[in-house]
């Protein structure tokens, strides 16, 4: 069994791929090749953290969102996004459970996980906090939103999540710890450049 972990999938929101210059051609693109990457790697006894913003939910009836998210593989837990329902709605649609923050002990490594990065360590004892919320923004760009509860200056402990960092795809605890330890998170993917994915009916994993 693995534990991976994703945040601001943002499904259907066509918006989003103007504001973070994601690859793709339209939302109904990007949804296909998000959800094809969860499946090619996420087993149905697996456990996925997400870190919120799953989805544009004020497009979809109540019973588009309970198949969208029941068709994706693993126990699904959700650490609620500004842009998600309620806990009770999101369990409702699919989550196993959904929550505003929650402690994870991997092994030997206490983490926190929360939508948004953090000023201060929220627990003693954590080594990280994992989150998304900031997408592949840039201080400058935080800074223009202070007044609205912004992190401009985001300490080291906080590792970003967002999808935009890791090829838009889950990836497993192991290999986020394993990175951090080398210095090799809040980057760029290190993967494959999503822009040369094969073009709709080409797709090979």
Not at 42 to 70: C, N, Q, W
Not at 107 to 123: I, N
Not at 145 to 165: Q, R, T, Y
Not at 179 to 201: Q, Y
Request: a neutral charge; proline letters at 6%.
């Amino acid at each position: 069994m693995n534990t991976w972990v994703i945040s601001d999938t943002h499904f259907g929101h066509a918006n989003i791929i103007k504001y973070c210059n994601r690859p793709f051609r339209d939302a109904a693109h990007m949804d296909r090749v998000m959800y094809e990457r969860w499946w090619t790697r996420v087993a149905p006894e697996d456990i996925v953290y997400h870190l919120g913003d799953v989805m544009l939910t004020s497009r979809k009836s109540d019973e588009e969102l309970r198949k969208f998210i029941t068709g994706l593989p693993g126990k699904k837990i959700l650490i609620l996004g500004n842009h998600d329902k309620s806990a009770e709605r999101m369990m409702e649609f699919g989550f196993d459970f959904a929550c505003e923050s929650m402690t994870v002990q991997y092994h030997q490594t206490l983490l926190f996980l929360h939508h948004r990065p953090l000023p201060v360590e929220p627990v003693p004892g954590v080594t990280y906090v994992l989150h998304g919320h900031i997408h592949n923004s840039m201080p400058e760009h935080r800074a223009r939103h202070i007044a609205k509860g912004e992190l401009v200056d985001i300490p080291a402990f906080n590792i970003n999540m967002s999808v935009e960092l890791w090829n838009y795809e889950p990836v497993t605890l192991r290999h986020v710890l394993d990175r951090a330890r080398r210095g090799e998170v809040n980057k760029p993917s290190h993967l494959a450049d999503p822009r040369d994915w094969p073009k709709e009916g080409e797709w090979k994993d």
